[in-house]
């Protein structure tokens, strides 16, 4: 039988300054369901993290490893990380209702990859600049994905287009759950490295 620790929903998510560090952080309020699949509900607790101002993963990643060990500890009952739901929520204040990227590329390669898994986005722009002086060439794409591995193209930012110009998404929508930027070909030239911006909005 699989056990399954749900995470009911958040019912508080506040800025929270700390009052050491003066750091902007997130008080998270959730509610915990321990079950055996088919069976009644064991128990339910509500938690409260506070967490860094950071992305939804951070706190989605949290979430689980709470409830991992609430779960180990206070039932006795063993549960993987895939068997912990936590649903999609927003952090309110302390979260934008946007995700954007700034990445520098000097050679070929892929940029950070953004986790939108509590937010996802569907609308995109992507604009490239060249630093130190305009490149030759360049192929740079927005790329989405579900699963944070297997990637496809959104948008695609080249010479052929102004250095100066950006490139939207407009009507179209993509939903995805992660987000990146790609150089998929550069020559430099008189530049140094190009910088790379990303925009994402739900």
Known sequence: MVT?????GAIGCEPYPDPTTGVDAT????????ADTGSSPQSVQMSVLVLPTDSSATIRQKMIDLAKAKTLSEFGLVVKNEDIIVPSFSTGASTTASETRTDT???PGSGVIIDTS???????????EGV?????????????????????????????TAETESIY???NRNPCLFIRSNCVD???GLA?????TILGVP
Do not use: M, N, Y
Request: aromatic share 8%.
């Open 118 to 128: 509590l937010r996802p986005l569907s609308v995109f722009a992507i604009a490239v």
């Open 132 to 160: 130190g002086g305009t490149p030759v060439s360049w192929d740079v794409r927005l790329e989405g994905s579900l699963d944070g591995s297997k990637w496809t193209k959104i948008l695609q930012h080249t010479h052929i």
């Open 192 to 196: 140094t490295a190009i910088k790379v």
């Open 169 to 171: 998404s407009g009507s």
């Open 27 to 34: 008080l998270v309020t959730f509610i915990l369901c321990v």
């Open 4 to 8: 399954k620790a749900t995470i009911l």
């Open 186 to 188: 550069l020559s430099l």
């Open 105 to 107: 590329f000097t050679t």
